[in-house]
């Protein structure tokens, strides 16, 4: 099997020939070919040489157009820093005012800016390994993306006060992110990852009044374009995993705060599970050796449909032997068919 078709295997709840790794890279690839966080963020050639690179030297299964959470918000007018080591940072937030929402006006990802960039690294990576490696696109979920626009404080104090200006701002998003989504499926990307790490931060009854809506409508019509749909919710979502499990989602990353026999429960037998092991503590500061036991036990409790995957992002100053203690554990489990 290749990378592609180990991974789709995964989701179909057929056996694979070995464990597919897809370890969420950003600035550990900037670094390994030389190119700063700025280089890998602004120039989808510089994003798709390094995941190549990285998935090349490493031997993980899959190529992903993540690099920040500010696409979408700076194709809307947000101006951002950019630094050498670190994802970009907004100046302000253009909701500031929340009487400017009624002034935006949807982007159209293909129109020239940030949005566009990342459905250039999905057709450029389809170029380069179209059907071998599976290409992964990003959004930004709908309680996320109203955080960057808005500002989290402001959010969660407006999911209170005015949750009529909530529900407005969130299909306002919802719209958006189907948009920028069917732009990088159309371009090449066969799995979309949703982020909406803020969703984290609040009750299962706000999940499932503001957030869930519009994420189900997402999945939908993620589906409906032909890709498959990977949660990404950063922190304890432990409170959200049975409302998590009604939205129909392909694969759920897993943070290192969940339980994740847990999630394995509540998620049912279906659903990827990816995690959860702490990218610093498990990862970054461990010994490869515990690397390795890290991704066995993981293993052990999710089964059959897993990617081996850290609980976050890998750290960029992890050293290259714990990289490659991952992918020696998913090359051992060739071993062990019946896993």
């Known amino acids: 099997m290749n990378s592609y078709e180990r991974t789709m295997a995964v989701f179909e709840g057929k056996q694979p020939d070995r464990l597919p790794a897809h370890p969420i890279f950003m ?80 982007p159209d990802p293909l129109a020239g800016g940030r949005m566009l960039d990342r459905v250039q690294a999905c057709a450029l990576f389809r170029e380069k390994v179209g059907g071998e490696q599976p290409i992964g696109g990003w959004i930004e979920g709908p309680l996320a993306e109203a955080a960057d626009l808005r500002g989290i404080n402001e959010v969660m104090v407006d999911l209170i006060d005015d949750p009529a200006f909530v529900d407005d701002l969130m299909d306002f998003v919802c719209e958006m992110e189907i948009a920028f989504a069917r732009a990088q499926v159309a371009a090449g990307a066969d799995i979309i990852g949703m982020g909406d790490s803020a969703s984290s931060l609040i009750s299962e009854q706000m999940y499932r009044r503001f957030v869930f809506p519009r ?27 049975e409302a998590i499990a009604e939205l129909g989602v392909d694969q759920v990353d897993v943070d290192y705060p969940v339980d994740l026999a847990l999630a394995r429960e509540k998620l049912g037998p279906k659903v990827v ?18 690397v390795f036991r890290a991704c066995a036990r993981c293993h052990e409790i999710c089964g059959q449909r897993y990617i081996l995957g850290a609980g976050c992002e890998v750290p960029q100053d992890t050293p290259h032997e714990n990289v490659r203690a991952m992918i020696d554990y998913a090359r051992s489990t060739a071993q062990n068919a019946g896993h």
Do not use: M
Request: hydrophobic share 45%; glycine share 8%; with cysteine.
């Open 273 to 290: 599970l990816s995690g959860n092991f702490d990218p610093v503590t498990e990862l970054r500061d461990a010994t490869p050796e515990e």
């Open 215 to 241: 994420a189900k409508r997402i999945v939908d019509a993620v589906h409906a374009a032909g890709a498959k749909l990977r949660l990404h919710i950063c922190g304890d979502i432990t409170h959200l995993l």
């Open 27 to 106: 600035g550990f690839a900037a670094r390994l070919v030389g190119a700063t966080y700025e280089q890998y963020a602004r120039d989808f050639r510089t994003l798709v040489r390094a995941q190549l690179a990285t998935c090349e030297r490493f031997g993980f299964d899959g190529v992903n157009c993540i690099s920040d959470a500010w696409r979408e918000a700076a194709d809307l007018g947000t101006e951002l820093i950019f630094y050498p080591d670190a994802p970009p940072a907004p100046k302000g937030h253009i909701l500031a005012d929340k009487a400017a929402l009624a002034r935006l006006k949807l």
